[in-house]
């Protein structure tokens, strides 16, 4: 495995990743939330100003949504994207929302942040193509993909002059359902031991189940992530995608004082 | 699940898929073999004469390689699929290859049946595109993939207008390591108990062992699928990717002889 | 891994494991059937003819039923092998039934091969003294065992002095879920490239669904197996285990036909 | 899925399993340590002094190893239960050690707390014989059952009369293999949510790595669990068995400290 780029010998400290006045890792820490689709003005304000509200900084919605079944709601596309810029504008949030494919990258100049999703991980042309801009992008581990394959896809970013990424544990799959993924947490000191990138876990993903978030929230912060991303929906029961996993604001809430309490008592 | 064109109640009989004089489906077997990557204008008609006297119709070649690392050997790109081209106006042999993304489906002009690789079977943005174009489409299994999601990505081909899917199982991960992947074979009577769609096995890339080949080519065959997609090469030994799971002419040759027995005796 | 008793360089040819007049490996080849579970003297007798009447020499039948839920039926325990020595005395067929544990070892003096179940592929303390007893021994692959693993159980048997095993393939967990288990056939040729000992194939259990049953065992013959382990029963609707997967006596007179083809086939 | 015994319908409080003046569960936390095997008089002592002056009171030490293979070492057997026995006199440290089969029961009447590897996770005749005894037992999760089935595995303990049940998460098998097993700490609210029994985590046979274990035990902790399970020996680097996940005294004494920090602020 050649790790030139994403490996510890290529920095020996850990990156930085900024976004605007805001960093992720290297001790920096951000729970990233919003809603798993962009629903409508009403809805990505009211979920803004809650988050707002909470201490949050970067918000999380998608536009573009990679649907195992062409029937299933597919996102609002270009207007998903318009209400996030918009967004923006209003509060200040810097913003996270997935790609699905190279034609629709020139729509993104307004998104922060760039997610690559989980089942385009080793969509390499759109990797090379991620790899010539300059944003930070989000690279979420592949359902069936091992650390070293999730490291490799990194380095095809890296290779091409795009060296702000972030990686991105959602659990992969094996015979368990009791969740709707395992959350592979002990990638995180793997990650840690063999490359200098920062390593944020999506728990809503991964347990697909809004009352196990919390306490894989936590046990990911426990083992030395450098962020979060949380899924918060205004009305999770109403929700067009994923409402079963969506906290509702008062849980965020919890959930963000739960983990800033395990962020500060691990720094002591 | 909504399989509204890809199930048995859109269409009862076993779908065929005609590629110029050659079919497959409904009855009709295809052996398709040839190297893993194109390599040199040498190998690749020294491998097609092999083929061709052995009495095979379909060449699998691949230009454009998708692979883990960015470090490894990526196909002959272009060069690869003139190369290709070439070969068919000498030899008569139908193409296939891989495409890895929409912006080179342009150079695919001359290719026979356009493939789909296991990395790719969620990448929707691709499946759509070719769901637009009037070309057989050979969709591989992802490597975590069900069945059903198998099944659902052949629907966004066929949504568009596209019905000439030919599905591929090429195995999956699972906790054994003895052979590459596990090749799941009971996905043939699944799948033609759901679906019209015609389904062939790659028992190369499943089993990463030449030795273990012929074995589960003829298990695939007498499982009742559609046909196979074998690695054949002149000097596996030598070969720039996946050697160790390659045939060597003679291996290739017996392999023939013996699916076509299995064949016979379950048509008696 | 240490293969001193079961690997090739101990036996160069196949071991043919001999149960009274009838034999499995080295080109032998047996299907046994019979029910998951024997229910009473009625059932056990009335698929027995059946069988018998088909061709087959070896009658399977569970008494000790190991379940996930102790409120699942158990088995009807020692009556269950009193039956079955009653069967064996009016029918003339070898019996296969299942220990679970040291203590109920007395018990199986009448029955000719004793199975070791998945769940118990790992329990050493059975698997050793079973190795101190003369009667073949049919291992089953535990559901999350390599094959490798597989072997080395094997090697604690004959380590005791007991050389008579029988290998036997029953699927693996994976996350596809459109079968009970992945059926992972890929094993039968590992197999016969490290090991002298006979391997057959249980597609019952494999693939939980008696209508993917004929293709696989199809599948299993194809690839070189020894023999098949098949659940038949009188009436699969008002079965109290595993009815789903049981063939009816039609079912499984076709299924000894198609895999009398193959087997006639691969052998020219 | 019956849970008439560990469900929450049973009891509605937490079950606190109290072994001597310690307990685990509803509240109650205990970290359990020592080696993987017990090897030596010295070895057993001389770790047995580290962890009682860090303030550890239950000692884990195998005296009977179920060990892939048989030409493995498979412990010091009834010398092993014998040095764990004369230990418990000098330190007065509970302790824990596994048994293998029903057979070997009676040489542990000394030991505190009997632990069910994970390979013994469904040999029913071992569960019911230890429903018959009045002792706590640590039932380990085998290493491909789900959290339904480690329950309903529990249940045959309880239903014989024995409700003192402790349950581990030790780690699955998946494709992933940068550790050796995938720990599953998403099983800890999967069990708050369904069971009132208490669970702890084994983080050193789930990674198989020594520098990942403080990482994984600390999440584990955050994510509520109800104690953890820890291989320390005096000298890794010779130990007999599983020398590379286990921690030397000062590692040790490190994530003591660290698992405390956690414990003490998700109590406040």
Redesign the interface.
């Known amino acids: 495995?050649?790790l030139?780029k994403t490996g510890r010998n290529y920095r020996r400290e850990d990156s930085v990743i900024r976004i605007g006045e805001v960093s992720i890792g290297g001790g920096e820490f951000q729970i990233i939330a919003g809603p798993c689709s962009v629903e409508s003005e009403e809805q990505i304000l009211e979920i803004s100003d809650v988050l707002k509200t909470t201490g949050i900084k970067i918000l999380r919605g998608g536009a573009f949504k990679?649907?195992?079944?062409?029937?299933d709601f597919q996102g609002l596309k270009n207007d998903g994207i318009r209400l996030l810029s918009e967004t923006k504008k209003q509060t200040n949030l810097l913003i996270v929302s997935e790609v699905?494919?190279?034609?629709?990258l020139p729509l993104f100049d307004e998104i922060d942040i760039i997610q690559v999703g989980a089942?385009?991980m080793?969509?390499?042309?759109?990797l090379k193509a991620l790899g010539r801009i300059n944003k930070p992008i989000l690279l979420k581990r592949?359902?069936?993909n091992?650390?070293?394959?999730l490291l490799?896809s990194a380095?095809?970013i890296m290779?091409e002059g795009n060296e702000n990424v972030i990686l991105c544990e959602r659990g992969?799959?094996?015979?368990?359902?009791?969740?709707r993924n395992?959350?592979?947490?002990?990638?995180?000191?793997?990650v840690?031991?063999l490359s200098h990138l920062p390593i944020i876990v999506d728990p809503s993903h991964?347990?697909g189940k809004a009352?196990?978030v919390a306490?894989?929230a936590?046990?990911?912060?426990?083992?030395?992530c450098d962020g979060l991303l949380i899924e918060v929906h205004n009305n999770p029961e109403t929700a067009l995608s994923d409402g079963k996993q969506s906290l509702n604001p008062e849980e965020f809430s919890d959930l963000y004082k739960?983990v800033n309490?395990?962020r500060?008592?691990?720094n002591?």
Chains 1, 2, 3, 4 share one sequence.
């Open positions: 495995m050649n030139n990679p649907r195992t079944s062409p029937y699905m494919g190279i034609n629709e089942r385009n080793q969509n390499f042309e759109l592949g359902y069936a091992t650390v070293y394959e490799q380095e095809y290779l992969i799959r094996t015979f368990e359902n009791a969740t395992t959350l592979d947490l002990s990638i995180i000191p793997v840690k031991e991964a347990t009352s196990y306490a894989m936590m046990a990911a912060t426990a083992a030395g739960n309490k395990i500060a008592c691990i002591k």
